[in-house]
């Protein structure tokens, strides 16, 4: 990947990045220097980097506060 966009050291996150073409933008991120955190409803059983993922339903509201917290569950 060019580095015309100055991707190194930052930081994102994609939605649904285990599979198709999530799993594909998560890749070329990671390769251009991007930390990228990965939210998916279900874990895989194989993470690469499992820091990096978060388990969350992101069509719901809790799903969504649970990555906005970095992936702990919120207490009430």
Request: with cysteine; aromatic share 2%.
């Amino acid at each position: 990947m060019t580095h015309y966009l100055e991707l190194e050291g930052k930081r994102a996150l994609v939605t649904g990045g285990t599979q198709g073409i999530g799993k594909a933008v998560v890749g070329r991120l990671r390769e251009a220097g991007v930390k990228v955190l990965t939210a998916v409803r279900t874990t895989p059983v194989e993470l690469p980097d499992a820091d990096l993922f978060v388990a969350a339903d992101v069509a719901a509201a809790e799903g969504c506060a649970i990555v906005a917290d970095g992936g702990t569950v919120p207490t009430a």
